[in-house]
């Protein structure tokens, strides 16, 4: 489990699937044709994508915040990962692994120094400057059933790209994925704004004991 406590003034924040120098998604560099497009974000080049989303991250995540990336780090080879690092101003970054973040998963070259911690899948518990307690479990894969989900605790995912108006999932869950966010991370307050009066049951499963 990963424990945090706020200090004062300190914010954490949440994104995913930055897929910082990834090519084929693009739009002007895409070889991704037709139905493919659909999927691509509207940048003429790959550093005008990679500049938006590192100034994006820089202009609301303060040095001394906390920045929890659900996965798909990077693209374009080993090399990426450190150099988007690097443009990241925020000194506190726990990564989930993504589908895309093998060399992170096998520490090649410790890699995995870069960021505060790392996993595939993390119970993470905050406590904030008022001593309130949330639980989220944390995974790059949405997941119909987690643990103490009957007890309100929320999920939080990326991997699949959702849009704005479809990153809400039944019950409490929610894909924290940027392309559902103008690019740009959640802050806790609104994914728990977002979250906490949506029901707990939620009724994917023809049956589930840990629902009841």
Not at 50 to 62: H, L, Q, R, S
Not at 74 to 103: A, M, P, Q, T, W
Not at 122 to 150: A, C, G, K, R
Request: proline share 3%; with cysteine.
């Amino acid at each position: 489990m990963w424990k945090i406590k706020l200090q004062p003034g300190q914010k954490i924040f949440f994104t995913s699937d930055t897929h910082y120098n990834h090519k084929n998604i693009c739009r002007g560099v895409s070889e991704w044709k037709d139905d493919g497009l659909f999927r691509t974000r509207d940048f003429d080049t790959l550093d005008e994508m990679n500049t938006t989303i590192v100034n994006n991250i820089n202009e609301i995540v303060g040095q001394d915040d906390i920045l929890i990336h659900l996965g798909d780090w990077s693209f374009r080879g080993f090399d990426s990962i450190s150099e988007f690092r690097k443009r990241i101003l925020c000194k506190n970054i726990y990564v989930i692994y993504g589908n895309h973040d093998h060399h992170i998963e096998k520490n090649k070259d410790h890699i995995q120094e870069h960021f505060i911690d790392t996993a595939h899948y993390q119970v993470l518990n905050i406590i904030d400057e008022n001593q309130t307690n949330y639980d989220f479990v944390l995974m790059h894969y949405p997941i119909v059933s987690w643990d103490s989900m009957n007890k309100g605790r929320y999920h939080l995912f990326g991997h699949v790209h959702l849009p704005s108006d479809k990153k809400l999932m039944p019950g409490r869950s929610m894909d924290v994925g940027m392309d559902g966010n103008y690019l740009k991370p959640y802050e806790l307050g609104k994914i728990i704004n977002l979250l906490k009066d949506r029901p707990i049951r939620i009724n994917i499963l023809y049956y589930d004991h840990h629902e009841i």
